[in-house]
Nanobody, 121 residues
Framework: QVQLVESGGGLVQAGGSLRLSCSSSGLTFENYAMAWFRQAPGKDREFVGGIRWNGRDTYYSDSVKGRFIISRDNAKKTVTLQMNSLKPEDTAVYYC??????????????WGQGTQVTVSS
């Protein structure tokens, strides 16, 4: 059974930083591309960024590019989202996701349960 578990969410002031982690089990982590999504109240789930299985390629949505960084540690089976220069509009539930196909990360096969990030102005 595949499990993705996010942690690190919380309340932060605008301009601050937060680091989310996603631990995995039940899958061969190093084979999977990983992604982060978010969903704000009343809005559709939004792709934030993705990382290839080997960590060599990443891509981000325009809304977070230059502020957020995705990294992974295959030995620890974790993926991390470093969020800097946070804005109130970054407030959302953040989800970790996994798929074998890096080019199909917009529709991943596996999802975590999400962690809340709230940015106060």
């Amino acid at each position: 059974q595949v499990q993705l578990v996010e942690s690190g969410g919380g309340l932060v002031q605008a301009g601050g930083s937060l680091r989310l982690s996603c631990s995995s089990s039940g899958l061969t982590f190093e084979n999977y591309a990983m992604a982060w999504f978010r969903q704000a109240p009343g809005k559709d789930r939004e792709f934030v960024g993705g990382i290839r299985w080997n960590g060599r390629d990443t891509y981000y949505s325009d809304s977070v590019k230059g502020r957020f960084i995705i990294s992974r540690d295959n030995a620890k089976k974790t993926v991390t989202l470093q969020m800097n220069s946070l804005k109130p509009e970054d407030t959302a539930v953040y989800y970790c996701a996994a798929d074998l196909d890096y080019y199909k990360l917009a529709r991943p096969d596996y999802w975590g349960q999400g962690t809340q990030v709230t940015v106060s102005s």
